[in-house]
Every structure is written in C-alpha cells, then in structure tokens.
C-alpha cells in the first residue's frame, strides 16, 4: 500500500495531474456529476487598432465569430474574464446588436456541394490552367458515414496543367 501512495504521489509530479480527482475537471468547467457548466457569454463587436492586436485575440480562446481586418472590427462572443482582459488591452467593446440568425446557412458558406460545382466549374470554364482533381474518400465516407470525396483545384501553366 505505501508503495501504491508513493508511486501516485511521484505520478503526480511528474504529470501535474491532481491527488484530488475533482480538482482538475472542477477547474476546466465539468462537474462532478460529469457534465459541462454551462458558460455564459455575451454578442459583442470589437474595434481592433491594429493587426497585431487582432493576431493576439485570435490566438486566445475568444470566440470570433467575423473579422474585419480592414476595418478594425471584429464580432465575437466572449465572457465577463474575457471582457476584463479585452479592456485591459484597450480593446473597445460594445454589445453587439446585429440580429443572430437563428435559421439556414450564411449564405456566403460554401457547403460540400456547392464547393465540389464551383471547383468543377473553374476547370472546365479554364481548361488550359486549371484541372479538378480527385484526392480520395474524405474520412467520413472511410468510416461509411458519407459517400463523398476531396477535391482540389490543381491551377498551374502550360504542361504540368494536365
């Protein structure tokens, strides 16, 4: 038994990991009964000074939902902490009024297929520079949970075109 402690305790050590087993899931947000807390976060809009700062909230967990780099703005979901810390950068942040979607697609997203039409239709409306090309089943159609596969636009000059 004493050899079982020591070996959790230098376990735990060497990994970071917790004696308390609760410890680190109570810190990540999942209770103990196993589910996640529910995170509250609010619509805002962003106005960014420069790409730098841009860059750094792009590299933290904020939520960015839309970016207008040329602008200055971004629209993104964040927490109270995340909010602080926006401040404290200098980052103004206003409450973001813009109605949320609830129904269909962005229609600026490209869905599979609509993706698959627009690659065929450049290779054919541009025979001699671009080629579509069939990479192979996606992951979902190796697992038989679709049947499609990925295509790439292959645009180049003259020989290698083909």
């Known amino acids: 038994m004493k050899k079982l402690a020591v070996g ?3 376990l735990s050590c060497l990994t970071g990991c917790s004696a308390a087993p609760w410890s680190g899931l109570l810190a990540s947000g999942i209770d103990k009964a196993g589910t996640r807390a529910k995170t509250v976060t609010e619509p805002v809009l962003l106005t960014v000074r420069d790409r730098a700062t841009l860059q750094r909230i792009a590299d933290s ?15 993104a979901k964040v927490t109270q902490a995340q909010k602080a810390w926006l401040a404290k950068l200098g980052i103004a942040v206003q409450a973001d ?3 949320v979607r609830l129904e269909g697609f962005d229609p600026r997203f ?3 297929d609509t993706l698959v039409r627009d ?3 450049l290779a054919e409306a541009h025979p001699a520079i671009c080629t579509a090309v069939d990479l192979g089943p996606t992951w979902e159609t190796s697992k038989g949970k679709a049947d499609r596969r990925v295509w ?10 083909s």
């Open 152 to 161: 790439a636009l292959h645009v180049a000059k003259g020989e290698s075109a």
């Open 8 to 10: 959790l305790v230098v």
């Open 110 to 112: 490209h869905t599979y």
């Open 61 to 75: 967990d904020i939520d960015l939902q839309a970016v207008d780099a040329d602008h200055g703005l971004a629209r």
């Open 119 to 121: 690659i065929k239709a």
């Open 97 to 99: 009024s813009q109605p």
